[in-house]
């Protein structure tokens, strides 16, 4: 059973930046699709960022495109989300998942990532 743990969280004043880091555990998830979600207070767990097995593939929600980055380094079980120019409206808990092995491309369905991390809380605010 994979295990999932975020980190990299944080306060920051907009317009800066932030990395968060997951790493995996337990299983080996070199072949699965990975993402980022985020939930925000009273509202739905929304995706933000998926990235393919070799990270040759990426899909961003249209609120993060041009800000944030996606990355994975296989080798250290590990993804990333570098969060550029940071708005307030990007406030949530932040966590990752893991997704169903493809052999390329990505899947933006959230049913379809199974073990998801605790989460790690990022706050923008001045």
């Known amino acids: 059973q994979v295990k999932l743990v975020e980190s990299g969280g944080g306060v920051v004043q907009p317009g800066t930046s932030l990395r968060l880091s997951c790493t995996a555990s337990?299983?080996?998830?070199?072949?699965?699709?990975m993402g980022w979600f985020r939930q925000a207070p009273g509202k739905e767990r929304e995706l933000v960022a998926v990235i393919s097995w070799s990270g040759a593939s990426q899909f961003y929600s249209e609120s993060v495109k041009g800000r944030f980055t996606i990355s994975r380094d296989n080798a250290k079980n590990t993804m990333y989300l570098q969060m550029n120019s940071l708005k307030p409206e990007d406030t949530a808990a932040y966590f990752c998942a893991d997704g169903p092995a493809l052999r390329s491309g990505v899947t933006t369905e959230m049913r379809e990532f199974t073990a998801w991390g605790q989460g790690t809380q990022v706050t923008v605010s001045s």
């Open positions: 337990g299983c080996d998830t070199n072949w699965d699709v």
